[in-house]
């Protein structure tokens, strides 16, 4: 009878190690894997916080840019700027005033005639050679 007790106590005792060991593990994988949907959790926030933090400053800018077109759109409106853009753009003039065009051809002209006399310059330079070598033949 002691012999069949003694077996039944190393079978529990070899069950017991059995069950103490798989809450030890289940227990270390639950702990493993909340630990690391933390770290992933807290790495995707802070990229939102620096995303949030981003489009932050892109919002100010942008309101200070429509800030500033709703003061230009208010510009617009007064006889002042009508009359400048008249001027300005279309050529307008006060009495007693006097408009000066400036050509853009004029300015075109003079750089393509600069060029031309840098390409002159080596023309002749070549036009010497040819002479003197052909001269020589």
Do not use: C, H, P
Not at 20 to 41: M, Q, T
Not at 44 to 55: C, D, H, P, V
Not at 84 to 109: D, H, N, T
């Amino acid at each position: 009878m002691l012999a069949k007790k003694s077996k039944k106590i190393k079978s529990k005792k070899k069950q017991s190690i059995f069950v103490k060991i798989f809450w030890v593990a289940s227990f270390s994988f639950l702990f493993i894997y909340l630990s690391y949907a933390n770290v992933k959790i807290f790495l995707t926030r802070s990229q939102f916080s620096s995303n949030l933090k981003q489009l932050n400053v892109t919002a100010e800018s942008l309101e200070k840019q429509q800030n500033k077109l709703n003061a230009e759109l208010g510009v617009t409106g007064t006889e002042a700027y009508v009359e400048q853009v008249a001027r300005e753009e279309l050529g307008y003039k006060k009495e007693g005033e006097q408009v000066v065009v400036i050509k853009k051809e004029e300015a075109k002209s003079i750089q393509e005639a600069k060029q031309t006399n840098g390409l002159q310059f080596f023309e002749n330079i070549l036009n010497w050679f040819r002479d003197r070598l052909g001269g020589a033949e």
